[in-house]
Nanobody, 123 residues
Framework: VQLQACGGGLVQAGGSLRLSCAASRRTFSSYVVGWFRQAPGKEREFVVGINWSDGSTYYADSVKGRFTISRDNANNTVYLQMDSLKPEDTAVYYC?????????????????WGQGTLVTVSS
């Protein structure tokens, strides 16, 4: 599975961005897809994940109510809608996928990773 993440950019605090993660070479069917982020000088952290088979989702507390993950079956793409962005959301955002994940927030369980897309939120 090759993942292509895009949609990052510069936005003012309170603004919105939508990231997308498209899979090539195979579909996301039966996979878990997650978004992680890494801020400057910090470790990569879990943001949100979705179980493709049943659509169940899990959000980090820091983004609940502001971020929304969704899937597009037809286009084999996962979207991350980010609203009410804060300067602390500034990071490189990565999408990741795995056929089987026991703990959706655990980075090491993900097999495939996209290249990352930079989100910068100005104050």
């Amino acid at each position: 599975v090759q993942l292509q993440a895009c949609g990052g950019g510069l936005v003012q605090a309170g603004g919105s961005l939508r990231l997308s993660c498209a899979a090539s070479r195979r579909t996301f069917s039966s996979y878990v897809v997650g978004w992680f982020r890494q801020a400057p000088g910090k470790e990569r952290e879990f943001v949100v994940g979705i179980n493709w088979s049943d659509g169940s989702t899990y959000y980090a507390d820091s983004v609940k109510g502001r971020f929304t993950i969704s899937r597009d079956n037809a286009n084999n793409t996962v979207y991350l809608q980010m609203d009410s962005l804060k300067p602390e959301d500034t990071a490189v955002y990565y999408c990741a996928a795995a056929p089987l994940v026991r703990t959706i927030s655990r980075e090491r369980e993900y097999t495939y990773w996209g290249q990352g897309t930079l989100v910068t939120v100005s104050s």
